[in-house]
């Protein structure tokens, strides 16, 4: 990609922001050290819309219940998004199984946040979109709670190893890596369950009559197409670092952050030599 080309894709400078129509996040956990709450600070402070969902799993009451743990970095992501409700973007927030304590106050609205089970969007071009957690549609979660909560203790045990790479990786001036994500696309019964969830989760959203879903909870961004009917899965900000945004004409596009990130601080160093010849 040229300089010129990159260059077009980011805020001139830190204070512009990226305008889009509606952003999806989810699967944030915040209150886990596996959080990456300062990429999503990034993400916050160079991104803007008209509405943004919040797509469950955005606080971790199943690991604040063990232990609590919550950093100054947790309190200024809180602090972003109740300032984009004050400044008029309309906030949805559909809590997920991590942070299902919030779903008894659905229907209620708290500091300009609407809280909701489920939610429906209607894009700029006319598409109806259901959106949900997900967590409704894992077989895992609906027969045998009990062992999601072993797979979430050994979750974190690999995303406490992810997080000493990538101070490695700091260490050498190396961009952030998902340990989690590449093991998850190596072994054949995650890719299975993925495959089988996102193809189920859109078959339950053509019986509802709409035209696409968007959801989250297997920490896996995706834009699939299951005939006719649109699967989004918007990812986490703990391992991959993704979001779906709409622009104003509906098209709709996944935000890898670490690798816009990466361009941007490329398209500095781009820059940087202009700037010194002028």
Same mark, same amino acid.
């Given at each position: ?40 600070? *990034? ?91 997900? *967590? ?143």
């Amino acid at each position: 990609m040229a300089a010129t080309d990159t260059l077009a894709r980011l805020p001139a400078s830190p204070g512009q922001r990226r305008r889009y129509r509606t952003i999806w996040i989810s699967d944030i956990h915040l209150g886990t050290k596996g959080c990456n709450a300062d990429l999503l600070i *990034d993400f916050l402070d160079h991104t803007d819309s008209e509405t943004m969902y919040l797509v469950g799993d955005i606080i971790d009451g199943w690991r604040l219940k063990k232990k609590f743990y919550w950093p100054a970095a947790h309190n200024d992501v809180v602090r972003r998004i109740l300032k984009r409700a004050r400044r008029g973007t309309r906030i949805v927030y559909i809590p997920g199984n991590h942070d299902e304590m919030f779903r008894q106050f659905t229907g209620m609205n708290f500091g300009g946040v609407e809280i909701r089970r489920a939610a429906f969007h209607t894009t700029a071009d006319g598409r109806r979109l259901m959106v949900l957690h997900g *967590d409704e549609f894992d077989a895992v979660m609906l027969a045998h709670r009990w062992l999601a909560f072993v797979g979430d203790a050994l979750y974190h045990l690999l995303m406490g190893l992810n997080h000493w790479v990538n101070v490695v990786r700091r260490a050498f001036d190396l961009p952030y890596w998902s340990l989690s994500k590449v093991a998850k696309h190596k072994v054949k019964n995650a890719v299975e369950f993925i495959s089988r969830y996102e193809e189920v989760v859109a078959r339950a959203a053509g019986e509802r009559g709409v035209d696409g879903v968007v959801c989250g909870h297997i920490h896996n961004a995706e834009i699939r197409d299951f005939d006719g009917i649109e699967y989004y899965n918007d990812g986490d900000w703990v391992e991959g670092c993704t979001a779906l945004v709409e622009h104003f004409d509906g098209r709709m596009e996944l935000l890898h952050w670490p690798e816009e990130v990466a361009r941007r601080e490329e398209a500095r160093a781009h820059a940087a030599p202009v700037r010194n010849a002028a």
